[in-house]
């Protein structure tokens, strides 16, 4: 009975830590693993706050992890339609489009934010002392949008501008692709850009936020002029193709990593999001649908 007591507590203990085990069945074949993250703040932005994410994994899986800083959204998708990704931290959309495009890939775990919900929303900003007030303000300006496989900045803002009646490359002077995030904020700071498309969670959390916590600009010197529905929250997916018993170890890793490392979680997220919870493909089936709205949009310009 002692025995049985005791084999049931060690077993307690293993079902709250991360799985180690099974390391050696794949390990010779994955000696390393590759993370990596679509571009929505600069390369040094990414490595502060993605460095102690990696670092813990390497430790929990006993394989070293390896980040990689993505020059654009397609980087990502790429390189895990050629298996040369193992794990990404992708945008809605850009997951959507990596699933449209053949990538052997499962979505495992969606943020979540500091109110529990699941989602965010695409917001256009112009500076605080421009007279602008609407998009349709805007006519003959210069629209900053962030990538062509950016939800918050390309696929949401196009999609209620086509709502509103309005054809981006017709409507404004110029409409110009900034890579990030944070470089729309910039464009729409320096004056390259009347309006800037970017995401924003609510009131309390978005990259404008984030951009002033690192002192790049005064979130007081710009106002947001639309803010979009709802939409799904980003995911993190790792290739299908790699041994079952990596991907449970790697989904476990990640959803008990804020409670195992909340340090490392803190500098993630900046204490503004809840533990990630698990997804799947399925809750992005209405991105799929997004996507190819705009791109229907696409031919029908062309």
């Keep these: 009975?002692?025995?049985?007591?005791?084999?049931?507590?060690?077993?307690?203990?293993?079902?709250?830590?991360?799985?180690?085990?099974?390391?050696?069945?794949?390990?010779?074949?994955?000696?390393?693993?590759?993370?990596?993250?679509?571009?929505?703040?600069?390369?040094?932005g990414v490595l502060n706050r993605y460095?102690?994410?990696?670092e813990y994994m390497t430790r929990t899986l006993g394989a070293k992890v390896a980040l990689r800083v993505a020059n654009d959204y397609a980087a990502v998708i790429?390189?895990?339609?050629?298996?040369?990704?193992h794990i990404g931290n992708y945008g809605p959309s850009s997951f959507a489009r990596a699933l449209m495009t053949g990538a052997s890939i499962e979505a495992f775990a969606i943020e979540v934010n500091l109110d529990g919900t699941k989602g965010y929303h695409s917001v256009?900003?112009?500076?605080?002392?421009?007279?602008?007030?609407?998009?349709?303000d805007l006519q003959g300006k210069?629209?900053?949008?962030?990538?062509?496989?950016?939800?918050?900045?390309?696929?949401?803002?196009?999609?209620?501008?086509?709502?509103?009646?309005i054809n981006p490359e017709q409507f404004f002077g110029k409409v110009v692709?900034?890579?990030?995030?944070?470089?729309?904020?910039?464009?729409?700071?320096?004056?390259?850009?009347?309006?800037a498309a970017n995401w924003w969670n609510d009131k309390t959390e978005s990259n404008l936020l984030r951009m002033a916590r690192k002192g790049m600009v005064k979130s007081e010197d710009f106002r947001v002029i639309f803010t979009s529905e709802q939409i799904v929250n980003s995911?993190?997916?790792?290739?299908?193709n790699i041994p079952a018993e990596l991907r449970a170890a790697i989904r476990a890793a990640v959803l008990v990593m804020p409670q195992q490392d909340p340090a490392a979680f803190e500098r993630l997220t900046d204490g503004k999001?809840?533990?990630w919870e698990p997804t799947d493909n399925a809750a992005y089936q209405p991105i799929i649908e997004l996507n190819r709205f705009v791109d229907n949009l696409r031919r029908q310009r062309n």
């Design 235 to 240: 995911p993190m997916a790792y290739l299908t």
């Design 142 to 165: 210069n629209l900053g949008l962030v990538d062509p496989n950016s939800t918050s900045g390309n696929n949401v803002p196009r999609f209620a501008m086509h709502k509103m009646g």
């Design 177 to 195: 692709y900034t890579g990030s995030h944070e470089n729309a904020v910039v464009a729409l700071s320096q004056g390259s850009v009347d309006v």
């Design 78 to 85: 790429e390189g895990q339609r050629a298996g040369n990704i």
């Design 51 to 54: 460095g102690p994410f990696v």
């Design 273 to 275: 999001q809840r533990p």
């Design 1 to 44: 009975m002692i025995h049985r007591r005791r084999l049931l507590g060690a077993a307690t203990m293993l079902a709250g830590t991360p799985p180690l085990v099974h390391a050696q069945s794949w390990r010779a074949t994955y000696p390393e693993l590759v993370f990596a993250v679509i571009p929505a703040e600069n390369a040094s």
């Design 124 to 136: 256009f900003y112009v500076r605080q002392d421009s007279p602008f007030q609407r998009i349709e």
